[in-house]
């Protein structure tokens, strides 16, 4: 079985654009996951989706969204980038609703710049 | 909200050596899960623990839901080991929580 695939693996952008994530969860996994990683404030869960709807969601500004597709696939999007959005960002999935019920799978992440 | 505390933050060792990093939770949770950094940035899960005890291989993690903590072990180390060890706690409102992880090194 595949594992998580996320694209693209690094980014470079400028302050102000917008970037969007890409990734594919496991084979008949429904639940992904978002989480972001910085040196400073360690891993931080960002939302979760299970079947297309937002189930929950951390302590981001609005200018982090995402969305889930029919195919389980999820986007992420940050708008209106800022120096601090600098991060490696992961996706997981699970087979049920929430880590709470299965274990989350990571995919390598997407190490994004902002300058 | 919940506060997630890992111990020791560092940890350098011989390969061969035996090692127990340990998570604190300081409410009640849910569920528990660890995870392996490795040194390329891939999170692995190890283990889905919410109380007990379970092995595999070199590697064994017991959770007491009851006293807040959970220990993971690791015997006779590799150099393949090295990287930064996570527990994650997953509270009530399922908002899961990292700790800042246990970096460990294995010397050759």
């Known amino acids: 079985k595949a594992g998580v695939t996320q694209t693209p693996r690094y980014l470079i952008k400028t302050r102000g654009q917008q970037v969007t994530l890409s990734c594919s969860p496991i084979s008949g996994h429904r639940s992904v996951s978002w989480y972001q990683q910085t040196p400073g404030q360690g891993l931080q869960f960002l939302f979760e989706?299970?079947?297309?709807?937002?189930?929950n969601k951390g302590n981001f500004p609005g200018r982090f969204s995402g969305r889930q597709f029919s195919n389980s696939r999820s986007e992420m999007n940050v708008s209106t980038l800022e120096l601090g959005d600098s991060a490696l960002y992961l996706c997981?999935?699970?087979?049920?609703?929430?880590?709470?019920?299965?274990?989350?799978?990571f995919g390598n992440g997407t190490r994004l710049t902002v300058t | 909200g919940i506060q997630v505390e890992q111990s020791p933050p560092d940890l350098i060792l011989q390969e061969g050596a035996n090692s127990t990093l340990r998570c604190n939770f300081s409410?009640?949770?849910?569920?528990l899960q660890w995870f392996h950094q490795n040194p390329w940035g891939q999170l692995i899960n190890l283990f889905y623990?919410?109380?007990g005890t379970k092995q595999n291989g070199r590697l064994s993690a017991t959770t007491v839901a009851t006293e807040r903590y959970s220990l993971l072990y690791i015997s006779s180390s590799q150099t393949t080991d090295s990287g930064v060890y996570f527990c994650a706690a997953l509270p009530r409102d399922d908002k899961i929580i990292f700790g800042k992880g246990t970096r460990l090194h294995i010397l050759p």
């Open positions: 623990i919410p109380s």
């Open positions: 989706y299970f079947s297309e709807t937002q189930r």
């Open positions: 409410d009640s949770v849910n569920n």
């Open positions: 997981a999935s699970s087979l049920a609703q929430g880590p709470v019920n299965s274990p989350l799978h």
